[in-house]
């Protein structure tokens, strides 16, 4: 398909990846970006990834560090689980969409943290 100026002017409609609701996005610049119908939307959004994302860290590592395996990456394992399962049901409580949705709409762009932290030149060379 061939992309023109005329093209890129029509409104893509998207689902807010914290409310759910409908809207569009109008700026060419921030088709790829915006996942969010406002910025408190996307605050909010991020309030809870960053407080799930310190209690869940040491799990994460720990089961990783140990390959899943032993007392500690076993332990590590179903803590996970459980917090995961925690904050997934609260998101359906609180009638939100599933992050999954998030994280495809992320995986679906070919983002991954790795290539993030090259870019950025925090990734230590091998
Ligand atoms: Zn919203």
Redesign the pocket.
């Known amino acids: 398909m061939e992309h023109t100026t005329q093209a890129r002017k029509v409104p893509e409609k998207r689902a807010?990846?914290?409310?759910?609701?409908g809207?569009d996005i109008t700026d060419p610049h921030r088709q790829h970006s915006k996942r969010?119908?406002?910025d408190?939307?996307?605050q909010a959004f991020a309030n809870r990834q960053t407080t799930r994302g310190k209690v869940m860290a040491a799990a994460t590592l720990a089961w990783r560090g140990k390959r899943g395996g032993g007392e500690v990456g076993k332990a590590a394992l179903a803590e996970l689980c459980a917090m995961a399962d925690q904050f997934n049901d609260e998101d359906r409580k609180a009638k939100r969409p599933p992050v999954a949705d998030y994280f495809a709409s992320l995986a679906g762009q070919g983002y991954r943290f790795v290539d993030r932290q090259r870019r950025s030149g925090n990734a230590k060379a091998a």
């Open positions: 807010c990846c914290e409310c759910g609701k809207f969010f119908c406002c408190a939307h996307a």
